[in-house]
């Protein structure tokens, strides 16, 4: 069992920045890839990023390369998202995610970026 706690959403300006935070917790987390999706109003969830517990390997989805970036606190067993350089079209529901044989998934955060 994963437990995962995201925090860091708000409001911000186009151009502006967040961090978004997901504090996980559980047995055998190392065994977990860790992901960040949204989900947009009307539109279904989608892929944002994602990063390894050991390597920190990581990837992006082609609409935030360049902008986002995921990393991780082994020490701390939280996992981040910051997000620079924001869009209108970044608008969401931000949800953290365990991939592993069982997916596990936080509450969401909110993420409102105005024009």
């Known amino acids: 069992q994963v437990q995962l706690l995201e925090s860091g959403g708000g409001l911000v300006q186009a151009g502006g920045s967040l961090r978004l935070s997901c504090a996980a917790s559980?047995?055998?987390?190392?065994?977990?890839?860790m992901a960040w999706f949204r989900q947009a109003p009307g539109k279904e969830r989608e892929f944002v990023a994602r990063?390894?517990?050991?390597?920190?390997?990581?990837g992006y989805a082609d609409s935030v390369k360049g902008r986002f970036t995921i990393s991780r606190d082994n020490a701390k067993d939280t996992v981040y998202l910051q997000m620079n350089s924001l869009k209108p079209e970044d608008t969401g529901v931000y949800y953290c995610s365990a991939r592993g044989t069982t997916n596990y998934w936080g509450q969401g955060t909110q993420v409102t970026v105005s024009s």
């Open positions: 559980g047995r055998t987390l190392s065994t977990y890839v």
């Open positions: 990063i390894t517990w050991g390597r920190g390997s990581t």
